[in-house]
């Protein structure tokens, strides 16, 4: 990379839609361990990031972003973050930063978008500005990058937009696991009928429609009926403002009949207890009907914690090249594909032949790590003021 000749100082505005007072959301956790990890000097610039907490409680709000952008060289802008909800506004972010540009000196805006694919079309349309006028986009995968550049809005914008692929990690950290205390968790979870075969279930994460909560009730119901001793943990829940899902999927829970089956923990905060809970399964579920993705944070969890897990395959070829081998995952039994529309008769079967439990020593695979993540920001960075963007 060519040396940046008189430059200056630059200062970052992170625009942050999550507060971990009282917010839950994915997005909003990783740029918050993101701003924890990017160092200030980085060869031959000095960075200044400041954390803006951006949550507009009305329309007026959304156009007030240069009150907290503050003399920002560059604004960041992660998307999407639960706080912001199905709003349409943050499509004007980028819009209002390029207007306050034209009073206060030039901004570059960068967005990293966290999905593109599978997003819908009225929330693409809604975002056009925002990605339209983004002088870099940052994308979390490979599918990502490429399902953008295939769309108008890539095509129109073409070679004129920087973009990178920079892959995320797991938020959670895995401690060191003690041997005693997972037994003991699996213990106390499954009830300690040692006559039956027992089989638990695990599930991290935010429960959406897209991973198929309900076949996992229906795999618990049919494994039981057959006389194992099975549970589902889960270690999650719904997103604010899904009352009505969450209310739905516990009304199907007691319609099986399988309250006592279903161990529902909510969000762990001790990060030791969840490892240790989550350690105790057999086996992990996620069934993205999508297919599994290198975005997944909390697929990445379950690597790092050395647990079997039971996945879709990923619908896109090259998603984990340079990452991990899927194959070799595959091969070592810690992997098991199944297709986004196998029966329940199918899973039931794949539950019932796997391995016994062991208790994991190891990490599977291990997720990218993040000092990379921060090293490559860095470097996207780099690139922009490269191209003669904003140098403030």
Same mark, same amino acid.
């Given at each position: 990379m060519k040396k940046i000749e008189n430059f200056r100082p630059l200062s970052i505005s992170m625009l942050i839609g999550y507060d971990s007072a009282s917010d839950r959301c994915a997005v909003g956790e990783y740029g918050e361990r993101l701003l924890k990890i990017l160092p200030a000097d980085q060869k031959n610039i000095k960075f200044y990031f400041k954390r803006v907490i951006f949550k507009p409680r009305s329309v007026v709000d959304w156009f007030r972003v240069q009150d907290v952008i503050g003399g920002a060289s560059i604004v960041h802008i992660q998307y999407p973050f639960e706080a912001w909800g199905n709003s349409p506004f943050p499509g004007v972010l980028a819009l209002v930063v390029k207007r306050v540009s034209q009073i206060k000196g030039p901004i570059?805006?960068? =967005? =990293?978008?966290?999905?593109?694919?599978?997003?819908?079309?009225?929330?693409r349309l809604s975002v056009f500005p925002l990605a339209y006028f983004s002088d870099m986009l940052i994308f979390v995968s490979r599918r990502e990058r490429d399902a953008?550049?295939?769309? +108008?809005?890539? #095509?129109? #914008?073409? $070679?004129?937009? +920087?973009?990178?692929?920079?892959?995320?990690?797991? $938020?959670? $950290?895995?401690?060191?696991?003690? #041997?005693?205390?997972?037994? =003991?968790?699996?213990? =106390?979870? +499954?009830g300690g009928q040692s006559e039956r075969r027992e089989i638990l279930l695990g599930f991290f994460g935010f429960i959406y429609d897209w991973k198929q909560p309900y076949k996992l009730l229906s795999i618990i119901k049919e494994l039981r009926n057959d006389g194992i001793n099975a549970k589902l943990l889960i270690c999650g829940d719904f997103p604010d403002g899904h009352e009505d899902q969450r209310a739905k999927f516990w009304l199907t829970v007691a319609e099986l009949g399988i309250e006592?089956?279903?161990?529902?923990?909510?969000? @762990?905060?001790?990060? @030791?207890? +969840?490892a240790h809970m989550l350690a105790a399964c057999d086996a992990h579920l996620y069934l993205y009907k999508d297919g599994l993705s290198s975005r997944r944070g909390s697929f990445w969890y379950s690597m790092k914690l050395g647990v079997r897990v039971i996945c879709t395959p990923p619908r896109y070829s090259g998603e984990f090249d340079g990452l991990i081998d899927l194959d070799k995952l595959v091969d070592a039994g810690d992997i098991r594909f199944v297709e986004p529309n196998s029966s329940i008769e199918d899973l039931v079967s794949v539950a019932k032949n796997l391995a016994d439990f062991r208790i994991p020593t190891k990490a599977s695979a291990e997720p990218p790590d993040w000092n990379m993540i921060a090293d490559l920001h860095h470097v996207a960075y780099e690139n922009l003021l490269e191209k003669g963007a904003a140098i403030k």
């Open positions: 570059s805006v960068v =967005t =990293t978008f966290h999905e593109w694919h599978g997003m819908h079309w009225m929330r953008y550049g295939k769309s +108008l809005i890539g #095509r129109l #914008r073409g $070679n004129r937009q +920087l973009r990178h692929i920079i892959p995320i990690s797991s $938020n959670v $950290n895995v401690p060191v696991i003690d #041997r005693a205390s997972v037994a =003991t968790e699996r213990a =106390t979870i +499954l006592h089956c279903v161990i529902h923990k909510g969000y @762990v905060e001790d990060e @030791v207890l +969840l």
